[in-house]
Structures are given as C-alpha cells and as structure tokens.
C-alpha cells in the first residue's frame, strides 16, 4: 500500500502527464515558441534531439540534467530507464541503442506510462516498452540490462538505497548506471532543507553526495562518480522558485546560507565484470 506522500507525488506527475497530453492535441504553436509546453526539456538537451520528439514527451520532461548523453549507449544494448515520465529519455535511448537493442521505461504513474506508450507510436519507436511499477521494486529479471539511466527521480524515492539495490540486480555483469539527480553538496544548514526541498521539487529530501557514494558502494557498484552540472545559486534558486510560483519557500530558504549547497549532477556507476 503506497503511503500519503507517494500517493501525492503519484498525483502531482498524473496532473503532469495530463496536462501534457492536453499541450500535445492542442491546436498550438510548436513547443520551441512556447517553452512553457516543454517542461524542462530545452534548457537540457540538444536542439536536434528534440526535434525528432513527440510534443507530449517534452511537455512532460521534469528532469534536472540529460544522462543520457552522459551514458555512451552503443548498438544493441539493453537499458533501463528508472522513473521514465513522458519517455523522453527512453525514446532518445531507444534510437541511440538501434533496433537490435531494447529500452525499458518504467514508471508508478499510470497516466505517465499511457502517455509515453502513445509518444512511442508517435515517434514511431517500437524497440521501447514502458512498464508501470516501482523504482525500489523492479519488474524485471535479474541481469537482464547493460545500462541503468534516471532523471531527477531517485530523490522522489523514500527507500533509496532499495533503487540502487535493485539496480545492480538487474544489471548485467559489467553494466553501468548514469542518473541525473538533485544532491547537496555540502551540509544542508539546518532549518532550510525543507524550503529548499520545497523550490527543487525533492519531495523526498535532498541527499549529500556523500550518501550517494555510500548506497551505491555498499550495493556493489564501483567507479562511483559524481560530476556536478548546476550549483544551485541563489539566482538560481530565485528563477527557479519565481517560476514554480513558491516565493514563499525562497524567503524561508533564504533565511540561511544557502547558496551553492545543492544542485543537479550525474551520478555513475558500474558492476565488475
């Protein structure tokens, strides 16, 4: 049984996954003259990438960095996308990897799974299958990928070190992890984690690199790498709270010293051989 808070955020992404859906059968300019339908989508990825992309997969995009490009996928493959939304992550894998591979894409949100099951057939994309379940509890066999990918979902996940356990399951000898992520880079001051968790969406908290590094050794992953993306200053923290309309939560934040304290990265990993 999914406790209040994961039945909140299940909500928050199927309110998500609606109103991308709407963006996509809305009779509209194309997303590029209206960022506002594409989430996050064009402040992270290259142009021509997106172009290739249903509306639908961008408008639902709620990442925080792009693993993807990050994860050197060759023909063939077989990767696994945590946390999938809209799909956009998968679908790019999914051309990157070539018919001869498979990319799974799996998400707890029904609403997501529906919308990005229909942004496949769009893009026109049939070596990709998105799979409705749990991050922590994964649908699939073990060592049946070669790559495990996640944008800016870990941190939604109460139990974490469970998705880094699972993620070794399934991973085959040799396999690699890359996700983009929300971390603390240093010590959260006291009192402001909960306005900062509040601008950056982890409603989950947000986790030190340092825990990071921790979950993952202990679940065997080795070569652990955490590369920083964006540090999150406070005219960062200002866009991104002024845009997600919570000023509230900044002038909390605020309160403290803040700056630099967090951002997004992309965490990597790998299982011996």
């Known amino acids: 049984m999914r406790d209040a808070k994961t039945a909140e955020i299940t909500e928050h992404y199927s309110e998500v996954a609606r109103a991308a859906s709407a963006a996509e059968t809305a009779s509209c300019e194309c997303c590029e003259s209206d960022p506002t339908h594409a989430?996050?989508?064009?402040?992270?990825?290259?142009?021509?990438?997106?172009?290739e992309l249903p509306e639908g997969a961008l408008a639902a995009s709620r990442g925080c960095g792009d693993p993807v490009?990050?994860?050197?996928?060759?023909?063939?493959?077989?990767?696994?996308?945590?946390?999938?939304?809209?799909?956009?992550?998968?679908?790019?894998?999914?051309?990157?990897?070539?018919?001869?591979?498979?990319?799974?894409?799996?998400?707890?949100t029904p609403d997501m799974v529906a919308l990005a099951r229909e942004n496949a057939v769009q893009a026109g994309i049939d070596n990709v299958e998105f799979i409705e379940g749990s991050i922590d509890d994964i649908p699939l066999p073990d060592s049946s990928v070669d790559v495990v990918l996640s944008n800016c979902v870990i941190n939604l996940c109460e139990n974490k070190a469970a998705v880094f356990a699972e993620a070794k399951r399934v991973l085959a000898p040799g396999g690699r992890l890359v996700v983009s992520d929300i971390v603390a880079f240093s010590p959260i001051p006291?009192?402001?984690?909960?306005?900062?968790?509040?601008?950056?969406?982890?409603?989950?908290?947000?986790?030190?690199?340092d825990s990071y590094r921790t979950m993952m050794a202990s679940?065997?992953?080795?070569?652990?790498?955490?590369?920083?993306?964006?540090?999150?200053?406070?005219?960062?923290?200002?866009?991104?709270?002024?845009r997600k309309g919570r000023v509230a939560a900044l002038e909390a934040a605020l309160r403290f010293e803040v700056d630099s304290v967090c951002g997004s990265a992309i965490i990597r990993g790998r299982i011996p051989e």
Not at 73 to 87: A, C, K, N, P
Not at 95 to 105: C, D, N, P, T
Not at 194 to 209: F, K, M
């Open 39 to 51: 989430g996050e989508a064009f402040s992270l990825y290259a142009k021509e990438v997106l172009d």
């Open 69 to 108: 490009a990050k994860a050197d996928l060759r023909l063939g493959e077989r990767v696994l996308d945590l946390g999938s939304g809209g799909g956009i992550d998968a679908l790019i894998a999914a051309r990157l990897v070539g018919s001869e591979g498979r990319v799974y894409g799996l998400d707890m």
């Open 219 to 242: 679940c065997g992953f080795v070569h652990c790498d955490i590369e920083p993306k964006t540090v999150y200053t406070t005219d960062v923290l200002k866009e991104k709270a002024e």
């Open 190 to 209: 006291e009192g402001a984690e909960e306005s900062l968790a509040h601008i950056t969406g982890c409603r989950r908290g947000i986790t030190s690199v």
